[in-house]
């Protein structure tokens, strides 16, 4: 069975850090990407970052961009998402996903990150 659980999430004042990590298991995820989305209250769910298989590759929303960082560690099955200067906007619920194009997609659960201001 494949399993994406994510950890880290939690409450942080602004301008404060948290790093999210994704626990892959149930597979190789050998050439996926990997990626982080959130969902805000009331809004709908959007792209926040991704990386490539070899980690050659990162994009990240324009939102993030310069605070933010994402990560994987293949060898431990994890993907990670440093976050630091956080604003009270980046309040969501963050997921992790795994997918090889369209026909093969995987999702975590999902980890709450709450920015106080």
């Known amino acids: 069975q494949v399993q994406l659980v994510e950890s880290g999430g939690g409450l942080v004042e602004a301008g404060g850090s948290l790093r999210l990590s994704c626990a892959a298991s149930?597979?190789?995820?050998?050439?996926?990407?990997m990626g982080w989305f959130r969902q805000g209250p009331g809004k709908d769910r959007v792209f926040v970052a991704r990386?490539?298989?070899?980690?050659?590759?990162?994009s990240y929303a324009d939102s993030v961009k310069g605070r933010f960082t994402i990560s994987r560690d293949n060898a431990k099955n994890t993907l990670y998402l440093q976050m630091n200067s956080l604003k009270p906007e980046d309040t969501a619920v963050y997921y992790c996903?795994?997918?090889?194009?369209?026909?093969?997609?995987?999702w975590g659960q999902g980890t709450q990150v709450t920015v106080s201001s």
């Open positions: 996903a795994a997918w090889l194009g369209a026909s093969s997609q995987y």
């Open positions: 990386i490539s298989w070899s980690g050659g590759s990162t």
């Open positions: 149930g597979r190789t995820f050998s050439g996926y990407f």
